[in-house]
């Protein structure tokens, strides 16, 4: 990740959550990190278990750059596990995945068909086709600020939107569900797709490409919605004038294979 800012700013504040999980899913085997500027960093996690980075840079600076490289060991048949009754958290909808006129008229035609004797996951499993029918993949029409309802009008929109609509739909039938950023094999950004609980664990969809994830996936942080999963929060103050910035996340995945010895 990378932001250019058009004049020197200081006193910059941020929070990094760019660091792929470590749980029975998922196994870090090796990670590196670099950040510039760096000064007084220290890591925490926060409500949600995520791993975070604070950090300030008080020296006058118009780039700032995060750099992760590591290795992990996903076992998608690994379920993750919880017991902390926490799952409660996620049964209800946020500013983000709250269901207007148009989501609501959607769910309720979606409910006459939907067959209460399905499981959680089934159900939501529903609800994911039943999108893919009417929504299409589409950047540039939508922004992280974009909610279910408007992306769902707009009928359009891309991974953030197809996440939150699947969320919207799953907490009207309050069925405990969470918000995922993370990784897809290949090159491009950052990625987005739905956890659901079901007897004890959670379950993992992808909206995006209505389909359930595999090892293919790698988990970075999870939250209520995307904005708590934000990869960069910050603060920071203009050394002049008011001026403006871009950031840019791009995302490289490998899979290596295993090394077997024959004779």
């Known amino acids: 990740m990378q932001m250019i800012f058009e004049l020197f700013v200081t006193e910059h504040h941020f929070t990094l959550r760019c660091f792929p999980c470590d ?41 700032f750059s995060v750099e992760v490289t590591g290795i992990a060991e996903v076992s998608p048949e690994n379920p993750i596990l919880s017991s902390d009754g926490k799952e409660s958290l996620f049964k209800y909808a946020t500013k983000l995945t709250a269901c207007g006129r148009r989501l609501s008229d959607f769910y309720e035609k979606l409910s006459g068909c939907l067959n209460p ?3 959680n996951f089934e159900k939501a499993e529903f609800f994911m086709d039943s ?10 029409v939508t922004g992280v600020f974009t909610t279910a309802e408007e992306a769902f009008a707009l009928t359009q929109g891309v991974c953030q939107d197809y996440a939150h609509i699947l969320l919207a739909l799953c907490r009207k039938t309050k069925i405990p569900c969470r918000y995922v950023t993370g990784m897809m094999i290949g090159e491009g950004a950052s990625h987005a797709w739905v956890e659901v609980f079901e007897n004890g664990a959670w379950l993992s969809l992808d909206p995006t490409h209505k389909r359930r994830t595999d090892d293919t996936y ?20 203009w050394s002049e004038k008011c001026g403006t910035q871009k950031q840019e996340i791009s995302v490289f995945v490998e899979e290596i294979q295993e090394s077997s010895d024959t004779e």
């Open 131 to 140: 999108i893919s029918r009417v929504f299409r993949y589409e950047t540039g």
């Open 23 to 63: 749980d029975a899913r998922q196994k870090i085997i090796e990670e590196r990190s670099e950040i510039f500027p760096n000064y007084f960093l220290s890591e925490e996690k926060d409500s949600f278990g995520n791993k975070c980075v604070f950090g300030k840079a008080d020296i006058p600076h118009n780039y």
């Open 218 to 237: 790698i988990v970075i942080s999870r939250g209520r919605d995307a904005q708590d999963c934000l990869i960069n929060q910050g603060v920071f103050r």
């Open 117 to 119: 004797a399905l499981s």
